[in-house]
Every structure is written in structure tokens, then in C-alpha cells.
């Protein structure tokens, strides 16, 4: 293990100083080398020191304060690691402070410089702050630190310095003192408070991916159904959304949120179910959700709290892949007004909806006409998409037309702490750079405050809401700036020179718009609008299928799908495969052929409905496709019924048809909302007509009556028979009459004509309003009531 060095403080006069660090820069260098190596091996051990600068790994761990007073010590703690194949002896750590940094750009230099570079880097602070290591064997580790009073530092003039801790040793192949390993950072140097500081905006993103699905429970409360309990692991204590609550409530930020994410932390803390295969099962992180919304919204009281439209829709995708197709845009405003009433439901808080919020700030005249649309009059940009040609950083906001006022981050700051900040190296290395980046602004241009936005990553990770934090803890003095909320920041008067020309869509990055979502993504969410404007209609608690399923559609257009098509593609088609369940829950029962035997009948037919709501605003439309052969509602070939079905249950409507001539007549049923938009699936089945003609009547009368006279003949003759039966038995001739009508018989007539259908209330009608009953077709050889 390295030990510390602290060393007794040192005071020299500020003009020792600049003849030091002068003389080091120009001496340095050849002198050692005189000394190691003799006159004629300078030249190459240069070289060798430049190209073997990368041997050793040096990490900076952490460096307090980041932003020194005078009378503070300077602290750097880190590891080195030797990666070269040879053991480093007398190896020594040493602190390397630059020159005064005077621009951005120098800045960024700094930052992307990675090997030692002779004269560029300065000498070593002293002997007395080092390190010693013996010997460090290759792949192996150490950790050091060195502490040095801020005053020996020699930090003249405000401003940013470079601040570099390297290692020096040799090898055996190369047995000469020369730097092994070299990391840079910057140190801030303001120890007093700048007389105009920079008005600074820091955007605290609330946002996450999609979450819950448009499933439901049958039950009153709609029971909620989650992907998974990702989410829950996202608002556990240390998750990332835990984190960023905790982190943020002690800091002057804009809260910016996605009403989408407090709207499924609310359906969270109640009953909810959770995707297990083809089934689900009950949640259980309730007290999680409920915690972590109570922590929320005590954060967020008497802050600023932006609320972006619900689900954050990709503003850029839908300017150049959606607004073409129709109903895209309709979606964004209904968006923005769910957004206010969520968050005031749930926080407690009027948030801002005059914000619209593009992935990376990226700009063009589209995605600011979309923007718009939505009811957006501001448009959080980035200062990489509307460029400026200034030698200094111009206030945030700016008008570019159409009473539109664009809101532009500042793109070094914004990107600061989206690499990996797990690494503690990494870290420090991008708060120092921050903080930095933060003070050269500000001495751009002293005399003249500005107003600097912020718009950091939209899902910053734990760690790098970590850094974010750090760096904005090390402001709160408020040497150089100062805090300012995103309102008033957008309210700020505009810099004059700032550029206002919002460029052309074919300058938005193509990095970029290869992320966006395809037109067949708002293709199928035109679909599913469709399907489901259809299906509302017709339902008597329309709400319980139009809110889930339109949030679930305004997920579909969320941002958070970029770089994940196939999970969007997944959700889209899990949102239209249940809508349609849904919709076909109301459906008409199957019928087998049937046979109508007569002039005259009724032919049922059954409307299924398996919702657990009532069904409204229908129609049964039954169409003949031989009018001539079997007509419908007196001589029509077509007829039709309103449908009014309560949840769970099925009724059969009838519909009076007249025969005129025998065959097959096929039959077509549809359902229809009451606007004449088909509903379903039409029900196609086959009529059997078996009239008995006039014909046939004459030949059944014919032979009745041939019955008729036999019988007549059969009793005369009877009677002739028994007459003289009776004329032998008295030869006096008693007189005998014949009655016409035998004993006991009984006058009847007979009348011909059409058979009528019974009356609709006889038990042999099926029942109008029943159970659910089934919904398989009905048995062969049906008969039709007559």
C-alpha cells in the first residue's frame, strides 16, 4: 500500500511561482535527461517516455474538494496498476498542475488526451508530495494518496487548471527513471464568489420504461396487469428510481416526470397481478410503491415540476415516421392533458405542460411543428442540434418563431455522466470535468450573466444519478453560479447574437433517426384506434375499455422504446391481440342449416355477449341472398333489429321470413354499430325451404274426397241391406225411414289456407334474453318456429 504524503507548507511569492512553473516547462525536461543519460541519449528516451506512457493504469478514485478554497488541502486517492509484462522499480507518484486553461475547447482537450506528452505536461509539484513504491509487479495494484496544501499548488488567476498524477520507474529493458502511466483531471479554482454568476437550470428526469400492460381484471376496480415487478426493483431502497428521489430532494433541480410512471406506481400500491407465463399472479410490492410515492411527492413540494405528455412520446418519430399516417397527432394533446391531471392527482403539485422535450434535444422544423401541436409553446433543445458561432455560451432561451421558445442545453454539460460511472475513476474524472466546464462558462464572459440549462440523460442509471448529484453538491456554494428553475429560465431574455434558424429535417442526426419508430409501428396504432373507437361504442361503461386501452396506446409511442423494436413491436401486438379478445367477446351465434318447411316462419338468431358490461348501440342486420325464393320483413330482402345485451348474457333475436318457392336460400347476419360500421365477423348459414304447393293440396283433397264417396257408398249399401232384411221379417210391410245422418255422427267442414307463424310468446319460441348459453353452433336439422 502507497502511503500519504503530507508535507509543511510552502508560501512562495506569486511572481517565484510563474518563474517556477516557466522554468520547468522549458527546462524540465532536458535537464533531467542530461543528467540521467548523458549528452547523446536525450533525444531517444524522449521518445521512449512519450510511447511507454500508457505501461501503467492510473486511476483517480477521488479528489477533495473538488472545488478547493484557499485555505484547504488538496486530497487524491486512487489505484495504479502496473499492465506492462516487466516489474517497475523506484517507481514514484507525482502531482502535475498545468497552466490556466482559457477556453471550453482547451478543456476538452485535457479530457480526451490520454498518454504523457513531454512539454505539454508540467513538471512534478515536488519531491516533498510523492508517493513511493519500491517495486510494482506486473498486473498487480496499489493504492495511494497524496494530500498537498492547496497554496503550494501555486494557483494564481481564476480560472481551470490541469491537474495530472503520473508514474514514473524503470524496467529492466529500460533502466532509466521515465513516466509510466499518466490521468488527467481539472481543478476548479474560484475561492471567491464571481460578482455576476451564471444563472444555472439542472433538469431532474423522473422516467422509466413501460411497465404496465392494457390488461385488466374483470372486476370493479379493474384490476391492474404489470410485465413484470421490474418496476419494483427500480422503487425498492437503492433501486435506480429510489435513488434518484433520495438524491434529488436535497437539490435545486427541475423535477421533470412522466405521468405514466406515477400512474403505474399508484395502480401498484392497490391490488395488481403480474405476468407468469400464459397466467398471472397477485403482486405484492405494495408497501414499496406506496413509500416511494410518499418520498416523491414530499421532494417535489414547492419545486418546479414539469410534466411531460404521458408516456413521453418520441416527438421525432412521430414527426418523421407518424404524422403522414392518420390519427398520429391526435394522440399528443389528449397526452398532455392526462399528463396535468395525473400529476396533480398523485403529487398534489400544478405541474408545467408547456414543455416538450425531443430525445437528446435534437431539433428540426418537423419535430418543432409536432411539438407544437401537442400545446408546447417551449422546446427543450441542445446547443449540438441549434448551434451557436459565439466565443462565449449564450443564454438558454431564444424565440425561433410562432411564438415558440426554444430552451437550449448546453451539450458538454448535458452529456457529462453518460459513460460508466460505476467506476469510481470514472466518476470523479466526470464530475471534475463538469464542474470545469461550469466555471469556463462563467468567465467567458464575466461581465455579462447568462442562463445555462442542463438536460441530462432521460433514465440516468443509480451511479450516474450518483455523479450527477456530486457534481451538484460541489455548486452549492455558489462561487460561480447560481440556481435558476426551468420556468424561469425559459423566461429569460433572450441573448440577440444566440442563433434562432431551426435547422432543416435533413440535418437531424442519423444516429439517431435509425432509432426511431418505424411507420408500421403508427400503422398498428392506427389499427388498434380503430378497433377500439369501434368497440367503445357499443358498451354501456365505455370508460372501462377507453382508458386502458388509450394510455396502453399512448405507451406504444413512448420513447423509452429507442434502441428496443422488438420489445415495441411485442407491446403493439400484445395490445391489439387483447383489444380484439375483447371485442370478440360479443359475437353471433354459429347456425347449422335449418329447414323451413311451410309459407311462413321465424328464424332466430342468437347475439352472444361475454363481457361483464352491458352491450348497447347495436344492430342485427339478417340478409337473404335469394329474396325471390325466401323474403325477409314482408317481401325485403333484408331486415334488421336493435341489440341490447346486459354482460354475460345472450339473446336471440327473431325475424319473420315468407317462403315462396323451395330450395337452399343462403343467409348472411351481421352486426352493426349504429353508425352502419360492421361489427364482427359475419355469420353465414343455410335455409332448407319446403313449401307445400297448391298442387300437392289438390291431389290430399282429391283423395280425400275419393275416401269420402266410398265411405257413402259403403253406408248406403249397408243400409239398402238391412232394409230388406227387414222387409222378410214382416211381410206386413211396416214402413221404415232412412235417416240421413247415422247415429251419434256429427256435421264438420273443412277450410284450406296459409300456415302462420305462432305468436312470439309461445314456449316453443326460444327464450329472447338468457344465460351466456354456448357459443358452438347449433345441431344439424334445426327447424325454424312457424
Known amino acids: ?134 517495486k510494482l509487479v506486473s498486473n498487480i495494484g496499489r493504492d495511494f494518496k497524496l494530500s498537498i496544501p492547496v497554496e503550494e499548488l501555486e494557483l494564481d488567476e481564476d480560472g481551470v487548471y490541469q491537474l495530472g498524477v503520473s508514474l514514473s520507474g524503470q524496467t529492466p529493458d529500460q533502466p532509466f527513471s521515465q513516466v509510466l502511466g499518466i490521468e488527467r483531471t481539472l481543478l476548479p479554482w474560484q475561492p471567491e464568489a464571481a460578482e455576476k454568476k451564471t444563472q444555472f437550470t ?19 376496480q379493474q384490476t391492474p396487469v404489470f410485465e413484470d415487478e421490474t418496476l419494483a426493483t427500480e422503487l425498492a431502497p437503492g433501486g435506480r428510481l429510489d435513488q434518484l428521489v433520495s438524491l434529488g430532494r436535497d437539490l435545486p433541480v427541475t423535477w421533470v416526470v412522466d405521468p405514466d410512471l406515477l400512474a403505474s406506481v399508484d395502480a401498484m400500491t392497490r391490488n395488481y397481478r403480474v405476468k407468469n407465463g400464459a397466467t398471472t399472479v397477485p403482486g405484492k410490492n405494495q408497501a414499496v410503491a406506496k413509500r416511494w410515492l410518499s418520498t416523491v411527492e414530499a421532494a417535489v413540494q414547492g419545486r418546479k415540476v414539469v410534466a411531460l405528455p404521458f408516456a413521453d412520446p418520441d416527438l421525432a418519430s412521430l414527426a418523421h415516421r407518424g404524422k403522414n399516417i392518420s390519427g398520429s397527432l391526435s394522440h399528443l394533446q389528449p397526452a398532455t392533458k392526462v399528463a396535468e ?53 449564450p443564454s438558454a432561451a431564444r424565440p425561433i418563431g410562432g411564438g415558440t421558445t426554444a430552451v437550449v442545453a448546453d451539450e458538454r454539460l448535458s452529456t457529462a455522466f453518460q459513460g460508466d460511472m460505476i467506476k469510481t475513476g470514472n466518476s470523479t474524472l466526470a464530475v471534475q470535468e463538469f464542474l470545469a466546464q461550469t466555471l469556463a462558462v462563467t468567465l467567458q464572459a464575466p461581465a455579462n450573466q447568462r442562463s445555462i440549462v442542463v438536460a441530462p440523460q432521460r433514465i440516468p442509471s443509480a451511479s450516474q444519478a450518483q455523479s450527477m448529484a456530486r457534481a451538484l453538491q460541489a455548486l452549492e456554494a455558489q462561487r460561480w453560479t447560481q440556481p435558476l428553475d426551468l420556468v424561469a429560465a425559459a423566461g429569460a431574455k433572450p441573448d440577440g447574437n ?29 389499427n388498434t384506434q380503430n378497433t377500439l373507437d369501434n368497440f367503445k361504442v357499443i358498451l354501456t361503461a365505455q370508460d372501462r375499455v377507453e382508458t386502458p386501452f388509450g394510455r396502453a396506446i399512448d405507451r406504444e409511442m413512448s420513447t423509452s422504446w429507442r434502441g428496443n423494436p422488438a420489445g415495441a413491436q411485442l407491446y403493439r401486438n400484445g395490445v391489439r391481440a387483447y383489444l380484439q379478445s375483447l371485442t370478440e367477446e360479443v359475437q353471433l351465434i354459429e347456425k347449422s342449416a335449418i329447414t323451413l318447411s311451410g309459407r311462413s316462419a321465424t328464424i332466430p338468431v342468437t347475439v352472444q355477449n361475454r363481457l361483464v358490461q352491458g352491450i348497447d348501440r347495436l344492430v342485427l342486420r339478417l340478409t337473404s341472398d335469394n329474396a325471390t325464393r325466401l323474403n325477409l320483413d314482408h317481401d325485403k330482402a333484408t331486415a334488421q333489429q336493435p341489440i341490447k345485451v346486459e354482460g354475460g348474457h345472450s339473446q336471440s333475436v327473431k325475424f319473420a321470413a315468407a317462403a315462396n318457392a323451395n330450395g337452399p336460400v343462403q343467409m348472411t347476419a351481421q352486426l352493426f354499430t349504429e353508425d352502419g360500421k360492421p361489427y364482427g365477423a359475419p355469420m353465414k348459414f343455410t335455409v332448407k325451404v319446403s313449401e307445400i304447393t297448391p298442387t300437392v293440396m289438390l291431389v290430399i283433397a282429391g283423395g280425400v274426397l275419393l275416401l269420402v264417396l266410398a265411405g257413402v257408398r259403403m253406408y248406403t249399401q249397408r243400409k239398402r241391406a238391412a232394409a230388406r232384411d227387414v222387409s222378410a221379417e214382416d211381410p206386413e210391410g211396416t214402413e221404415v225411414t232412412e235417416s240421413t245422418e247415422p247415429e251419434g255422427s256429427q256435421s264438420s267442414e273443412s277450410s284450406e289456407g296459409d300456415i302462420s307463424s305462432p305468436d312470439p310468446g309461445q314456449p316453443s319460441d326460444p327464450t329472447p334474453d338468457t344465460g351466456p348459453g354456448s357459443g358452438d353452433p347449433s345441431g344439424t336439422g334445426e327447424k325454424v318456429d312457424r
Open 1 to 134: 500500500m502507497a502511503e500519504s504524503a503530507d508535507f509543511q507548507e510552502m508560501n512562495p511569492s506569486p511572481a517565484r511561482r510563474w518563474l517556477r512553473r516557466t522554468a520547468s516547462l522549458i527546462l524540465g525536461v532536458p535537464l533531467v535527461a542530461g543528467l540521467l543519460c548523458g549528452p547523446a541519449a536525450p533525444a531517444a528516451h524522449a521518445a521512449d517516455n512519450a510511447s511507454d506512457s500508457s505501461a501503467v493504469d492510473v486511476s483517480l478514485d477521488t479528489l477533495t474538494p473538488t472545488a478547493p478554497g484557499k485555505s484547504d488541502t488538496l486530497t487524491i486517492s486512487g489505484t495504479v496498476i502496473n499492465k506492462g509484462k516487466q516489474t517497475i522499480t523506484d517507481a514514484e507518484i507525482d502531482l502535475r498542475v498545468g497552466p490556466r486553461l482559457d477556453s471550453r475547447a482547451a478543456i476538452d482537450r485535457v479530457a480526451q488526451r490520454t498518454s504523457f506528452a513531454p512539454g505539454t505536461d508540467a513538471s512534478p509539484v515536488g519531491d516533498k508530495y510523492t508517493v513511493k513504491i519500491s
Open 202 to 220: 439542472y433538469l431532474w428526469p423522473l422516467i422509466s420504461s413501460t411497465h404496465l400492460t392494457s390488461e385488466t381484471g374483470s372486476d370493479e
Open 341 to 393: 391531471t395525473t400529476v396533480e392527482t398523485i403529487l398534489h403539485v400544478k405541474p408545467s405542460i408547456d414543455f416538450a422535450w425531443p430525445v437528446d434535444g435534437a431539433i428540426d422544423s418537423s419535430i418543432v411543428d409536432v411539438a407544437t401541436s401537442a400545446g408546447a409553446h417551449k422546446v427543450i433543445a441542445r446547443s449540438d442540434s441549434l448551434r451557436d458561432d459565439l466565443p462565449y455560451t
Open 498 to 526: 444566440a442563433a434562432t434558424k431551426v435547422p432543416g429535417t435533413s440535418r437531424y442526426p442519423q444516429q439517431l433517426r435509425r432509432q426511431e419508430l418505424p411507420p408500421q409501428a403508427f400503422r398498428d396504432i392506427r
